[in-house]
């Protein structure tokens, strides 16, 4: 304690000597978040680093580059996240930027943590600042290993080995369940079991499978509810995943039975489960019911697919690869999108548009987006290898002009090496390597997908038999749908794919097929694509 008022009043010859200094100097940041950043980046290094810097100014000046450098972040993120003006470059130099502020935030509270350590004597009253740079230190990792995985790369085995010495030496101390606010701006207290669990918690949810906003909310989602969650020294039934304090890496599926350790921790959603269930039920019996928590950038449906996310993956039976691997390395087609996978996978034409006036034609064209003669067709076509492959599912090596269009659930058209026809699937797993490339899984819904057209008749596409225009003719509506004929899901429930946003509960379509066109009902939307809906139908006269 005399160390530490001792301190008060000695000046280093750095710049930012004490808390009024710093913030003089931080109010001429530029208005661009990432070149602030980088500054603060910059002088979160050389205040940590300097010599002679008396612990408490250093304290005060490292939590005030934090507390600015978030205000910075929180924008950078946003705009990393949502902004389509970005270049690719601008959009790595921005990441790269994010990583590096949080890995600088960590790094410098861990050295007035080890100053605090060697200054301490037996008897003497803790440092008052211990408990929330402590708590500061392991978040900062977990936002670092975060921002690791919005770019789909792993989590570095650095991040891993000092949250689990932070949280080792919480333990030894007695730190783990004194609870602090951390900052001025969090809703909630916190401690150290909560920041040490915000990461593995955010693994075990399996990011690299997340759309690049989903992980964001998933995140918010692990902060706000990590009160809830547990961590023991034994197996516990709530406790499905476990993480080893002496030798600290990805965090795994405890297996009943496995071997176990005086070091191995086990933990898992705990109450949070029961909380994310009701507010689950809220949402869905008030889905207009204002709701700001996680964030009113979100819709309730967003929070809804991500709050069903995490309890399935953090719950006893997440989904898994059900089909056993080959290695391959065979080059294989693909196209993307919906108008692609339209024009390439086997089409049905209607009868009767052979007899169709060329106006009419055009208006099929226009309603539906895809061309009605092969030669029309504007698929662009790439040719990528395939690494590994099942029953269902596609490992494939991303080429790097194609990664800006590569996404969690993009459509993919796929042929692959000595096949004829087009499959569907959709990505469903990004991972990029320690040099660099993107590494993508591919779910198949189907190995002979046809192309076909709907007709629906009068406003919506309602059914409306005798709907008629004041002219006395009918007024179609037309679709393009996609019947996921032979897939995963064969001989359970039928699904299509449709244009985005065309799904419209209950609403029936004639199927454009042969002289006695079946109708089809849509029951259910399974999921929402960049560019398609799937959903899952009812055929009610007839079958494909």
């Not at 005030?64 to 470059?89: H, I, M, N, P, V």
């Not at 669990?197 to 902060?223: G, K, Q």
């Not at 691997?325 to 024009?343: C, M, N, T, W, Y």
Request: charged letters at 25%; a negative charge.
């Amino acid at each position: 304690m005399l160390k530490w008022l001792s301190d008060i009043g000695k000046k280093t010859d750095h710049p930012m000597y004490n808390v009024e200094a710093a913030g003089k100097l931080l109010a001429d940041l530029p208005p661009d978040h990432g070149k602030a950043l980088e500054e603060i980046i910059s002088s979160l290094e050389t205040v940590a680093a300097t010599p002679e810097f008396p612990l408490s100014d250093r304290i005060g000046v490292l939590k005030l580059l934090d507390e600015t450098g978030q205000k910075r972040e929180t924008a950078a993120l946003s705009e990393f996240l949502r902004s389509d003006k970005l270049t690719d470059f601008e959009r790595r130099k921005l990441w790269q930027v994010l990583v590096d502020f949080w890995e600088h935030v960590s790094s410098a509270y861990r050295v007035c943590l080890q100053e605090i350590a060697e200054a301490a004597k037996p008897g003497e009253a803790a440092n008052p600042e211990r408990t929330l740079l402590l708590a500061r230190a392991l978040r900062a990792l977990a936002n670092e290993g975060k921002t690791m995985h919005l770019h789909y790369l792993p989590v570095k085995p650095r991040v891993w080995q000092e949250l689990a010495r932070l949280y080792g030496d919480a333990e030894k101390e007695h730190l783990v369940a004194g609870l602090v606010k951390a900052y001025a701006t969090d809703v909630l207290h916190t401690n150290a079991r909560q920041e040490f669990l915000r990461l593995p918690m955010i693994v075990a949810a399996n990011p690299e499978s997340e759309h690049l906003l989903e992980m964001e909310l998933s995140a918010r989602i692990i902060a706000r509810l990590a009160g809830g969650f547990v961590l023991h020294a034994q197996p516990d039934a709530d406790c499905n995943f476990c993480l080893d304090l002496a030798q600290p890496a990805v965090p795994v599926r405890h297996k009943p039975g496995a071997p176990s350790s005086a070091t191995m921790r086990y933990f898992g959603a705990g109450q949070a489960r029961v909380v994310m269930q009701e507010i689950i039920d809220r949402y869905v019996a008030n889905p207009k019911e204002p709701e700001k928590r996680f964030g009113d950038d979100y819709s309730i449906q967003e929070k809804l697919v991500v709050l069903k996310r995490l309890l399935l993956f953090w719950g006893e039976s997440p989904p898994h690869q059900r089909w056993p691997r080959v290695k391959l390395e065979a080059k294989i087609k693909v196209a993307h999108g919906f108008p692609s996978a339209s024009e390439l996978v086997t089409r049905i034409e209607f009868s009767g548009m052979a007899e169709m006036s060329a106006d009419q034609r055009v208006k099929v064209k226009q309603q539906t987006g895809i061309a009605l003669q092969a030669e029309e067709s504007t698929a662009v076509i790439k040719e990528w290898m395939e690494r590994d492959g099942s029953t269902w599912g596609v490992g494939v090596d991303i080429p790097r002009e194609d990664e800006p269009w590569v996404k969690i659930g993009t459509l993919c058209t796929l042929q692959g090496a000595g096949h004829k026809a087009w499959w569907l699937g959709a990505v469903r797993r990004l991972q990029r390597d320690p040099h660099d490339h993107v590494h993508a899984g591919i779910e198949i819904f189907s190995k002979k997908p046809l192309s076909v057209y709907l007709r629906g008749i009068g406003e919506g596409a309602e059914r409306a038999e005798n709907w008629q225009t004041s002219s006395g003719s009918f007024r179609f509506t037309y679709l393009n749908a996609l019947v996921l004929a032979e897939g995963a899901t064969s001989g359970t429930s039928p699904e299509i794919l449709l244009k985005h946003d065309s799904f419209i509960p209950g609403i029936q379509y004639e199927v454009m097929m042969g002289g006695e066109t079946p109708h089809i009902r849509l029951e259910e939307l399974l999921e929402r694509g960049a560019d398609y809906d799937r959903a899952r139908v009812t055929w009610l006269k007839g079958a494909v």
